[in-house]
């Protein structure tokens, strides 16, 4: 079972995103920012991180440069799940170093597959 990072401020997406990869049998573990990301990164070290951009003291860029420039967590995929949509978004989430990116509000049929495009097959939920 892949064990899935996600890091957003709003409890509300926090608990929809739960729920859709919990019920694929996906482990979600959680953080409402960059703060808890890096105590929670410091327990474990998932298969995969989803990142909000937008989130406040520190966004997403930020903490995914960090995450990507640590010798632990440099290997694990970031996909951004913004709901940064506008021309451009995708090249910046991308140069900030994510290697996906999803926009909100997500399609919850597609959302696990999606998802398992970024794992490794014998992991994905």
């Known amino acids: 079972m892949a064990?899935?990072?996600?890091?957003?401020?709003?409890?509300?997406?926090?608990l929809l995103i739960r729920r859709i990869l919990a019920a694929e049998g996906y482990e979600v573990l959680?953080?409402?920012?960059?703060?808890?990301?890096?105590?929670?990164?410091?327990e474990r070290v998932p298969d995969l991180i989803l990142m909000d951009i937008?989130?406040?003291?520190?966004?997403?860029?930020?903490?995914?440069?960090?995450?990507?420039?640590?010798?632990?967590w440099k290997h694990v995929p970031v996909v951004a799940l913004t709901a940064n949509v506008m021309k451009?978004?995708?090249?910046?989430?991308?140069?900030?170093?994510?290697?996906?990116y999803i926009q909100k509000p997500v399609d919850v049929d597609a959302l696990p597959?999606?998802?398992?495009?970024?794992?490794?097959?014998?992991?994905?939920?």
């Open 113 to 125: 597959r999606q998802i398992a495009a970024f794992l490794p097959p014998d992991t994905a939920g």
């Open 88 to 100: 451009g978004d995708r090249e910046r989430v991308l140069e900030a170093g994510c290697d996906g």
């Open 30 to 42: 959680e953080a409402g920012n960059a703060e808890e990301a890096l105590a929670v990164l410091a």
């Open 54 to 72: 937008n989130m406040p003291e520190v966004d997403g860029f930020t903490l995914t440069k960090h995450i990507k420039g640590h010798p632990v």
């Open 3 to 14: 064990v899935v990072l996600y890091i957003e401020d709003d409890p509300f997406n926090r």
